[in-house]
């Protein structure tokens, strides 16, 4: 059974940086292609970012050259380093596969942007 759990949120100033992190089990992580997504309040949620099984990177227009995702295959982690936060960046921040059915979403990780 494929788990996703993700960590690394909190409590941010505007321009500050995160460092998201998604452990994965129950599959063959390095064949998946991963993605980030959020959800904010009242909105869908949405995709940010995604990487490739070979490592390939692609950004929403919104979080293109604020936001990194990358990954770890000998951890089974997908990373996701966020930079110079915008208050419309607080979301609750989830990873799944990205281009293949979902797996079941984990519990997310807040990220809230605030002075």
């Known amino acids: 059974q494929v788990q996703l759990v993700e960590s690394g949120g909190g409590l941010v100033q505007p321009g500050g940086s995160l460092r998201l992190s998604c452990a994965a089990s129950g599959t063959i992580f390095s064949i998946r292609h991963m993605g980030w997504y959020r959800q904010a309040p009242g909105k869908q949620r949405e995709l940010v970012a995604h990487?490739?099984?070979?490592?390939?990177?692609n950004y929403a227009d919104s979080v293109k050259g604020r936001f990194t995702i990358s990954r770890y295959n000998a951890k089974n982690t997908v990373y996701l380093q966020m930079n110079s936060l915008k208050p419309e960046d607080t979301a609750v921040y989830y990873c799944?596969?990205?281009?293949?059915?979902?797996?079941?979403w984990g519990q997310g990780t807040q990220v809230t942007v605030s002075s």
């Open positions: 799944n596969f990205y281009g293949q059915s979902f797996g079941s």
């Open positions: 990487i490739s099984s070979g490592g390939t990177t």
